[in-house]
């Protein structure tokens, strides 16, 4: 009874079985395969060498070196000293004084904004995960809906859901490109079914570029879905953290980055529904900082957001760290060069690997740190994705909420041995199990919940 | 635009337009750049320590090594019954959002968390904005915070709350106190984990200011006790003892975000775990924060440095207190504060300034002084809290003299 009593137990309230209630226990000892498998047991080539081989975390795990040259080098040099002041409150609450400034200073000039960015437009705060809690909670009460379209970054749900309380509603495509303007019909479709539903759609929230697709949305899209938040008067929401993270993979006909705030609001939407999140965790691959920051012309909604800074401080080191990296242009330039060919040079060698073994996966993309392959003719997908597991392999079954069953986000970018032996087991893996082409034909519109149970 | 934001959202909003519920944001003083601006009596903060004592390591310390530096740490200075191991404690990006979390897990919407006063006047942000718990003062009847008296208090209190419908689900205490500045003898202790044990209620003893005993030498100072320390056989059950600590008191190291909750309830922990995401500390400071708990003659000499100049700037305090006439608590021998009785200098009472405090505290900013009125929640008006660390001592003074 002592333990039924330490905790609160409320009631479940309407969302899908992955949102929490408050005061229970972890859920990731409850609900399987809520969270990237492996994670205490993970591959090491000297140290853990049957550990496992993830997949399944966004990370950019190639250019921590010359990060940890940039700052040991000018810790010595003077430009990346902890000053004491970074001990204290007022160095880096909301960003503190110079973090924004350098932050406005780099998105001026890689983002290419219609007006440029104050500084007092960014808040900054422990990570954007924390970004998200916050701006839902000021956005939107408990019970109403985030709308997305699928695939999309699994853990929105975890960001807004847990303590925000909000659920996110997926569009149905129905075969549209979710990156052409018509895509928009889809959203009015959701929007107007989740609102039949009792969940109120308060925003939208879009991954540009995206995740897990890997592509970058087209003025035109982005001009039509700011329309027709107007005219359903709700918010817009545009996740750019992949935004420096767009390389050359021969798809030269594929569009490359335009933020949402380069694009003129005139005649689309109001510039005070329109909110932007950027951080240092992908384009400079330092999750570990971590830094987060909400764009938004909004004074309102910075005000709601700030009231709550206090749960979200960023770090003093990370700010100390974040200001020398963003004032450094030339590191910036030689950095994010560095990155992206990296980057392009790990999505080759996965494809060449994948095309060999006939693993199919979403071809068409110029962006971020994975990409998106089929492994439908391997299902099911639970004993599939045990089975990789069980090789040294992991990846996180219906994470992206897919439509289709069976479709995998896989994250390349990985030391060259790690990613060789990864691709090495899951070929093995795969090879073994594979049940012949099965036909996906009917199932259109499948729920992921449905194949992790069965 | 009403739709703008969410009900909740506008309500956030309207917390940050109470008058006075946060330090103004008007320019600080510096001697030489900007005199004439404010001095903060209002953080409670250390500001002095040597910049180059701290090592730097890019490599991240991960969340093994720090909670086990940390155990390491209370082992040695909390004293506890039983030994603190590192898988209970869990590490956040400070306590604010520790106490946040808590918050969210041990109660619902609407219950209580009892406290005396006067005490730490954030406390109902970081419990209520959130995870929206109240904090219940209890009506003191001239009670003394730390007398073992307290227990009727408390008692009354709850049930005169459980009759209003409110539940209480804790009590909260902050041990050395703020902003009393003064130690929990272990007898009172007792009896506060006594009640808890009797009403099944959790005891949350905030102790981040445990290593800022400064103690002028007064025979009636009471040392600092842990709750950790105490036997809680036949008291209350282990499980629900919450203790809070962190680097941002003792360690002067607020910026590192760096904040733990000691408990033994491994439901608890894995409840806060499940929230750890909004909340992660970040790489580098835990590689600090290892690093300074690691090297353990640095810390005592850091914590000794500590002690040496909060005495100093106690003393310039009290004695430009004495000078100017002024009524303090007496008995203070730990934390970062004086509290100070400016009750002769209220101003008129008004239905927009009912204590008289804001009218008081707006001439002291026009002065260039900030104190934060009303803040401690204390009963009778007029005391306000005076941090005398979070400054140098040339800024001490002149703040004083203002």
Request: glycine share 8%.
């Amino acid at each position: 009874m002592v333990f039924l009593s330490l905790l609160v137990t409320r009631s479940l309230e309407l969302f899908p079985i992955r949102n929490l209630a408050r005061g229970t226990t972890s859920f990731a000892t409850v609900i399987p395969w809520r969270f990237a498998p492996g994670g205490n047991n993970l591959y090491d080539k000297l140290t853990n060498p049957s550990g496992v081989i993830s997949f399944g975390t966004a990370e950019n795990g190639l250019v921590q070196d010359e990060l940890e040259v940039f700052v040991a080098q000018n810790a010595c040099a003077h430009h990346v000293r902890i000053p004491s002041l970074a001990f204290t409150y007022r160095y880096s609450t909301m960003g503190g004084l110079r973090f924004p400034i350098a932050m406005a200073a780099h998105m001026n000039e890689c983002f290419k904004p219609y007006r440029p960015i104050e500084p007092s437009q960014i808040l900054t705060g422990s990570a954007l995960t924390s970004i998200h809690e916050m701006v839902g909670m000021s956005l939107a009460d408990p019970g109403d809906g985030i709308l997305v379209s699928r695939p999309i970054y699994g853990r929105f749900e975890l960001d807004f859901g847990n303590t925000a309380g909000l659920s996110i509603v997926y569009t149905d495509n129905e075969g549209i490109d979710p990156f052409s303007p018509e895509i928009v019909h889809q959203y009015q479709k959701a929007f107007d079914r989740s609102a039949a539903d009792g969940v109120k759609v308060k925003a939208i929230l879009i991954v540009n570029p995206h995740n897990p697709l890997g592509r970058c949305y087209p003025a035109s899209t982005l001009a039509a879905l700011m329309k027709f938040c107007q005219q359903n008067c709700i918010h817009m929401i545009s996740d750019e953290v992949y935004a420096l993270s767009v390389y050359d993979t021969g798809a030269t006909d594929l569009p490359t980055f335009t933020s949402a705030l380069s694009i003129d609001p005139t005649g689309l939407i109001d510039v005070e529904r329109l909110h932007i999140f950027y951080g240092m965790n992908k384009d400079f691959a330092a999750a570990g900082l971590p830094l987060g920051s909400l764009i938004s012309r909004n004074e309102l909604l910075r005000k709601a957001v700030a009231a709550n800074m206090r749960f979200h401080s960023p770090s003093g080191m990370s700010i100390a760290i974040g200001i020398a990296i963003l004032e450094d242009r030339a590191f910036v330039k030689r950095f994010i060069a560095l990155s992206r060919q990296r980057l392009a040079e790990c999505r080759s060698f996965t494809t060449q690997i994948l095309d060999r073994a006939e693993i199919k996966y979403s071809g068409y993309g110029n962006a971020g740190f994975f990409l998106y392959v089929d492994l439908s003719p391997w299902l099911p997908v639970k004993s599939n994705t045990q089975n990789l597991l069980d090789a040294g392999v992991g990846v996180h079954p219906c994470e992206e909420h897919g439509e289709i069953p069976g479709h995998f986000r896989l994250v390349f970018s990985q030391d060259r041995d790690t990613l060789t032996e990864g691709l090495r087991r899951l070929v093995h893996t795969l090879g073994k199990h594979r049940v012949g082409a099965r036909v996906l034909n009917g199932v259109k519109r499948a729920r992921c919940t449905d194949d992790r149970l069965g | 635009m009403s739709t703008l934001l969410s009900e909740r959202g506008e309500e956030n909003l309207t917390g940050l337009d109470i008058p006075w519920r946060f330090a103004p944001p008007l320019p600080r003083y510096n001697k030489d750049s900007n005199p004439s601006g404010l001095i903060l009596f209002s953080s409670a903060e250390i500001v002095k320590i040597p910049g180059d004592a701290f090592l730097y390591s890019f490599s991240s310390a991960g969340g093994s090594r720090f909670p086990n530096a940390m155990a390491s740490f209370l082992n040695d200075n909390f004293r506890p019954f039983t030994p603190v191991t590192g898988d209970q404690i869990l590490t956040a990006s400070g306590v604010t959002p520790i106490e946040d979390m808590i918050g969210l897990n041990i109660g619902d919407p609407g219950d209580g968390i009892l406290v005396s006063s006067p005490i730490y006047g954030r406390f109902e942000l970081d419990f209520g904005n959130e995870a929206r718990l109240k904090i219940v003062y209890a009506k003191m009847k001239g009670m003394d915070s730390f007398d073992v008296g307290i227990v009727e208090i408390f008692q009354e209190a709850f049930e005169k709350a459980s009759q209003a419908g409110t539940k209480i689900r804790a009590v909260l205490i902050s041990n050395p106190s703020n902003p009393l500045g003064q130690c929990y003898p272990p007898e009172t202790l007792k009896r506060i984990m006594e009640f808890c044990g009797r009403t099944k209620i959790h005891l949350i003893s905030d102790e981040v200011y445990a290593m800022s005993v400064f103690g002028p030498g007064y025979l009636e100072a009471v040392p600092f006790t842990s709750v950790l320390s105490i036997d809680p056989t036949g008291l209350m059950d282990p499980e629900y003892v919450q203790v809070m600590y962190g680097m941002s008191k003792d360690f002067g190291a607020a910026g590192l975000r760096l904040g733990c909750l000691i408990t033994r309830s491994k439901q608890l922990l894995d409840a806060c775990i499940s929230l750890i995401r909004f909340h992660n500390p970040a790489g580098p400071s835990i590689a600090i924060g290892t690093a300074i708990l690691e090297d353990k003659t640095f810390t005592a000499s850091l914590l000794k440095s500590c002690r040496d100049k909060l005495l100093k700037g106690y003393s310039i305090t009290t004695r430009a207190l004495e000078a100017a006439g002024i009524e303090y608590r007496k008995g203070t021998n730990a934390g970062l504060f004086v509290y100070i009785d400016l009750s002769p200098y209220l101003g008129p009472i008004s239905e927009a300034d009912p204590r008289g405090e804001f009218e008081l505290a707006q001439c002291l900013v026009d002065h260039g002084v900030f104190l934060h009125p009303g803040e401690e929640h204390n009963e009778a008006p007029g005391w306000f809290r005076v941090s005398f660390a979070s400054m140098d001592f040339e800024s001490l003074e002149e703040g004083l003299r203002r």
